[in-house]
């Protein structure tokens, strides 16, 4: 049984596989062709933080593939205490075809999985968020032609994305800088498993977003606050300070770099106006990139499920 709890459950071969699929299917949609892959299929989600993206995208993908989804919290759908996880995924998976889950914990998703007959994805945790790696890499692709050589500044947080971007920059030969500032960066923790999986991996951390920006393809960054830290969202805003997209730090890059963010964004706190809706700026490429890449993952997926 394949899922999708990180990018580590993916070979790099398999990763390009799942792109190749999900450039076939937006191909497909713009030809006006909704192929009928998976008719009767259930898309079953369970989510304890919001999604605007992740949610609508997910269940629209099952649908233009033929399929149709349903949505519980996950209190609702008894892990918060109700019943024990293995229960629930015995019986969730029992009904679904596939499972995708929103939630805090990184453990819960992986333990759920070893549960599950059916396919698990992660749509986000603290600690990644596999499904917008792999939309981004879709984006720089068409963007850019090819990913082998792109370096990408994440400017912010080590957090779910940027440690989801990390390992896709490292799977596929890209080069991946973090600016942050002084105790937001990557763990150890994090770093040595990223240099145990691809010792190859060209990921730095600096401080210097100003510094690293000079050489970048695409300019990258998310809120410095994640779902859970909001308690924490005014010592964030003062650390990150020197920290925003904005035209001066876009004026530092190379004429040609991109801007991208995984949105949602807090627009004058890690990004300005002037960047999100500048013609550099492919964050709505990006978002509705989710969609196709969402489809080429089932497709994928229930594919290698059989
Ligand atoms: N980028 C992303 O995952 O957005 P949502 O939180 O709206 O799903
Ligand atoms: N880092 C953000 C990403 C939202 C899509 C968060 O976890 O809230």
């Not at 919290?73 to 998976?93: C, F, P, Q, W, Y």
């Not at 986000?124 to 890499?137: E, F, G, I, V």
């Not at 300070?241 to 730090?249: E, H, K, P, T």
Request: with cysteine; hydrophobic share 45%.
């Amino acid at each position: 049984m394949k899922h999708l709890t990180s990018l580590l459950d993916l070979t790099p071969d398999e990763l390009l596989q799942v792109l190749n699929r999900a450039e076939e299917l937006k191909q497909e949609l713009r030809r006006g062709h909704r192929p009928q892959l998976f008719p009767g299929r259930v898309l079953v989600q369970l989510f304890e933080k919001p999604s605007l993206r992740t949610r609508n995208s997910f269940e629209a993908a099952m649908i233009h593939l033929g399929g149709a989804g349903i949505f519980q919290t996950t209190a609702e759908a008894g892990l918060n205490g109700r019943e024990s996880l293995s229960d629930v995924a015995k019986v969730i998976s029992s009904f679904a075809d596939i499972i995708t889950m929103r939630t805090f914990s990184q453990q819960l998703i992986e333990d759920f999985a070893r549960y599950s007959s059916c396919p698990v994805i992660n749509g986000l945790s603290d600690d990644r968020h596999p499904c917008q790696a792999l939309t981004d890499l879709l984006t720089i692709r068409e963007h850019r032609g090819q990913l082998s050589g792109q370096h990408l500044v994440f400017v912010g947080d080590g957090n779910n994305v940027s440690m989801s971007l990390a390992l896709a920059a490292a799977m596929t030969g890209m080069q991946l800088t973090l600016a942050a500032p002084a105790g937001f960066e990557f763990t150890a923790q994090f770093m040595s498993l990223l240099t145990s999986r691809y010792p190859q991996h060209r990921t730095a951390v600096v401080h210097d977003p100003v510094q690293a920006v000079r050489t970048a393809d695409i300019i990258y960054t998310d809120v410095w606050a994640s779902m859970g830290q909001e308690a924490d969202a005014e010592r964030r805003r003062r650390a990150f300070a020197g920290f925003q997209v904005n035209a001066a730090l876009m004026q530092a890059a190379p004429a040609a770099a991109l801007f991208m963010h995984d949105l949602p964004a807090k627009r004058g706190l890690e990004v300005t106006d002037d960047v999100m809706d500048s013609p550099r700026s492919i964050v709505f490429d990006q978002a509705e990139n989710r969609l196709h890449l969402a489809k080429g993952l089932f497709a994928w997926l229930l594919d290698h499920s059989r």
